[in-house]
């Protein structure tokens, strides 16, 4: 079964802090994505990636950077964290480009932002 | 702006009742439909999923009906039962793309015993 790991479920920060939320996936999966889900907006694609360092923005990318170094290992990073970033924070990992193949998820990091 | 319209936000059935939650889009070059079901303190999980070519899928008590032409789709849960709580959304997906989902606002269903 894959398994999608976010290594912090909740984390408070200041505002301004710079932030890492780290997320491994066990599967050797090609695609990992951030999503943000908010009450009323569903899920919002942050950033994307199909293979080691390449990456492509989503939907909202600003105020956000990522970090593919290894296959399994997808970073988001939150260079000065506001408090418009307090969110239910979801990775996801999907088996290859272009076969529809279904996202597997990880089980969330809800960060505040102080 | 919204690529996918999820209705209704919010909906209470009693127990054996049978909820629908309605989903519509307009890129017609979406060609994957997979609905989530997300439980509190967890992450969405695949439900089921649906292609543009085929009218209607159904696994177990879930049912996706699609309407192509009308570029609407939907979930029925029959014979709903208190487990099924939960906030489900629906998606869409162009294959060519590399997975790139659009996901609805999400419906929160509760199932009353």
């Known amino acids: 079964d894959v398994k999608v790991t976010q290594s912090s479920r909740y984390l408070v920060k200041r505002t301004g802090e710079k932030v890492f939320l780290e997320c491994v996936q066990d599967m050797d999966h090609e695609n990992m994505f951030w999503y943000r889900q908010d009450p009323g907006l569903g899920l919002r694609l942050i950033y994307f990636?199909?293979?080691?360092?390449?990456?492509e923005k989503g939907d909202i990318p600003e105020g956000y950077s990522v970090s593919r170094e290894k296959k399994e290992r997808f970073s988001l990073i939150l260079e000065s964290a506001s408090t418009n970033q307090t969110s239910m924070y979801l990775c996801?990992?999907?088996?290859?480009?272009?076969?529809?193949?279904?996202?597997?998820f990880g089980n969330g990091t809800r960060l505040t932002v102080t | 702006q919204q690529q996918v319209k999820q209705s209704p936000q919010s909906l209470i059935v009693q127990k054996g009742g049978i909820p629908i939650i309605n989903c519509a889009y307009e890129?017609?070059?979406?060609?994957?439909f997979p609905w989530y079901q997300q439980f509190p303190g967890k992450g969405p999980a695949l439900l089921i999923a649906i292609r543009p070519d085929v009218s209607e899928k159904k696994e177990g008590r879930f049912t996706i009906s699609f309407n192509k032409s009308a570029k609407q789709f939907s979930l029925h849960i029959m014979d709903s039962q208190p487990g099924d709580s939960a906030t489900y959304f629906c998606a869409a997906s162009i294959g060519n793309t590399g997975n790139q989902f659009y996901f609805g606002t999400g419906t929160s269903l509760t199932v009353i015993p």
């Open positions: 990636s199909y293979d080691v360092k390449m990456k």
């Open positions: 996801a990992s999907s088996p290859m480009k272009g076969s529809n193949s279904p996202l597997h």
């Open positions: 890129n017609t070059a979406f060609d994957y």
